[in-house]
């Protein structure tokens, strides 16, 4: 069973598109993340939610907005997709010390 | 934002051989974490240290927080090429929901 899953696992898409990429945990963990790593590899987390508290990291553009439909699951909506958000996505959970990532989402914008 | 910086941040070298990588904050960190990364998946959580001085093995790794609690260090012994990968340390603050932040890692390459 795999802990932390999210889809879909390559999303290319238009300037200016719509898109999001869907997660689930099945850890029973209280807290869900979104990360961007870079073409460098460089992990930057995006928001975190909690206990439907949700912390934003300030350089976040607001044409992203997480969705959390319940404690399991946090998904990713992006607006008007910019060539600079072309990344990969990674969705984690968390227990305390304990996090677990999913395997990302490569998102390409054309 | 407390910087973490990683050295070196490429590292390639033979099966066999011993090998150390750095993390470094110019703040204390409340405890810090160690990940391996591999080509098309996320980052996976190797070790958590919280004890300034404390060490931690898993198999070939020992894992080294400083006595300051601004430092830690990854020792790999006698490398195989499965140690291959990109290798990030990352500081979280107690666990909260602040989530983590991360170095920008340490690309390592074990050659056959």
């Known amino acids: 069973d795999t802990a932390v899953s999210q889809t879909p696992k390559y999303l290319v898409t238009q300037m200016g598109n719509d898109k999001s990429i869907k997660c689930e945990q099945n850890?029973?963990?209280?807290?869900m993340y979104w990360y961007k790593q870079d073409s460098k590899k460089f992990l930057k987390i995006m928001f975190s939610y909690n206990n439907k508290e949700l912390i934003i990291n300030e350089t976040v553009p607001n044409r992203f907005s997480p969705k959390s439909p319940d404690k399991a699951h946090l998904n990713l909506h992006i607006n008007s997709l910019e060539l600079g958000d072309s990344a990969v996505y990674f969705c984690a959970s968390s227990l305390g010390h304990g996090y677990t990532f999913g395997s990302g989402t490569r998102l390409t914008v054309v | 934002t407390q910087l973490l910086e990683q050295s070196p941040q490429f590292l390639s070298i033979q099966e066999g051989e011993n090998l150390t990588v750095y993390c470094n904050s110019s703040s204390v960190f409340s405890s810090l974490q160690w990940y391996r990364q591999e080509p098309g998946e996320g980052p996976v959580l190797l070790v958590t240290v919280v004890t300034g001085g404390e060490v931690k093995k898993l198999k070939r790794l020992t894992f080294q927080f400083g006595d300051a609690r601004k430092d830690s260090s990854l020792h790999i012994t006698a490398a195989q090429p499965g140690d291959t990968g990109l290798y990030l340390c990352a500081r979280g603050e107690g666990g909260g929901a602040d989530g983590l932040t991360f170095g920008k890692g340490t690309h390592l390459i074990i050659q056959p």
């Open positions: 850890l029973g963990h209280d807290t």
